[in-house]
């Protein structure tokens, strides 16, 4: 996380939106594109994600499987199952037949960052737990973010159903 301490603040506050011109230097920011000109950044101010706990047992993982629900699409699948504690956790499972140790610490490391900045869509005090299949190391990272988000979509829906 950087802080913008080589712009003024003027030109920072210029930047941002109307209603985001509150205590420029104590926001964290993030690079963005910027359509001000070539090479130039426009400083945003950073998204806030909701703090994810990792299932890491196998307990956990088998407990999910044989107690939750499953949703799938072609590249990936999601279980969720009603979690021991109050906080949300979440697990990432990558055979072997996905590919080599490479190709599945690469699908696995983009899975965790579209969770991490798609984690507000995380149903609070469930366990998920998210497969890739097969497929998975071919679909573009665009392709995967959107079946994450039609699949927590879908399990948001079923949680509150299921609530009420």
Same mark, same amino acid.
């Given at each position: 996380?950087?802080?913008?301490?080589?712009?003024?603040?003027?030109?920072?506050?210029?930047?941002?939106?109307?209603?985001?011109?509150?205590?420029?230097?104590?926001?964290?920011?993030?690079?963005?594109?910027?359509?001000?000109?070539?090479?130039?950044?426009?400083?945003?101010?950073?998204?806030?994600?909701?703090?994810?706990?990792?299932?890491?047992? +196998?307990?956990?993982?088998?407990? !999910?499987?044989?107690?939750?629900?499953?949703? &799938?699409?072609?590249?990936?699948?999601? $279980? @969720? /199952?009603?979690?021991?504690?109050?906080?949300?956790?979440?697990?990432?499972?990558?055979?072997?037949?996905?590919?080599?140790?490479?190709?599945?610490?690469?699908?696995? +490391?983009?899975?965790?960052?579209? !969770?991490?900045?798609?984690?507000?869509?995380? &149903?609070?005090?469930?366990?998920?737990? $998210? @497969? /890739?299949?097969?497929?998975?190391?071919?679909?573009?990272?665009?392709?995967?973010?959107?079946?994450?988000?039609?699949?927590?979509?879908?399990?948001?829906?079923?949680?509150?159903?299921?609530?009420?």
């Amino acid at each position: 996380m950087a802080f913008v301490s080589a712009w003024p603040p003027q030109q920072v506050a210029s930047c941002l939106l109307a209603g985001e011109q509150k205590a420029v230097s104590a926001l964290r920011y993030r690079p963005a594109p910027s359509k001000c000109g070539s090479g130039a950044f426009l400083w945003m101010p950073s998204q806030r994600v909701m703090k994810v706990t990792t299932l890491t047992k +196998r307990p956990d993982f088998v407990r !999910v499987q044989t107690r939750g629900q499953s949703f &799938s699409r072609r590249h990936l699948v999601l $279980l @969720i /199952a009603p979690g021991i504690e109050t906080q949300t956790r979440l697990g990432f499972t990558v055979s072997g037949r996905v590919g080599g140790a490479v190709v599945r610490n690469r699908v696995r +490391r983009r899975l965790r960052e579209i !969770v991490r900045a798609q984690s507000a869509d995380l &149903s609070p005090g469930w366990d998920h737990v $998210l @497969i /890739a299949r097969p497929k998975a190391p071919q679909a573009d990272f665009a392709v995967l973010k959107e079946e994450i988000r039609c699949l927590l979509g879908k399990a948001s829906a079923w949680v509150s159903a299921r609530e009420s």
